[in-house]
């Protein structure tokens, strides 16, 4: 059973830092790619930032340049530096793990960016 735990949400002002982590549990799977997707309130979940197996990355356009993603193979996690933070990247923040056959989230964490 593949289990992803997310944690570092909170609250912080605009242009503060945030860093996201996820930690994934489980064995028997291979990963093609992990990622991050947000979701405001009235929207719908948009992909933030994405890592593949090769270690290519992709950025939506409105983080780049100011979110990183990154990952730690010895700790089976993967993070998420938020730097210079705006109110509109507030949303709620989820983990995913994709393999060839199926995709798994986390339960969320809350990111809210005041102004």
């Known amino acids: 059973q593949v289990q992803l735990v997310e944690s570092g949400g909170g609250l912080v002002q605009a242009g503060g830092s945030l860093r996201l982590s996820c930690t994934t549990s489980?064995?028997?799977?291979?990963?093609?790619?992990m990622g991050w997707y947000r979701q405001a309130p009235g929207k719908q979940r948009e992909l933030v930032a994405a890592?593949?197996?090769?270690?290519?990355?992709n950025y939506a356009d409105s983080v780049k340049g100011r979110f990183t993603i990154s990952r730690d193979n010895a700790k089976n996690t993967v993070y998420l530096q938020m730097n210079s933070l705006k109110p509109e990247d507030t949303a709620v923040y989820y983990c995913?793990?994709?393999?060839?056959?199926?995709?798994?989230w986390g339960q969320g964490t809350q990111v809210t960016v005041s102004s």
């Open positions: 489980g064995s028997g799977f291979s990963i093609k790619a």
């Open positions: 995913s793990l994709k393999t060839f056959l199926l995709d798994y």
């Open positions: 890592l593949n197996s090769a270690g290519t990355t």
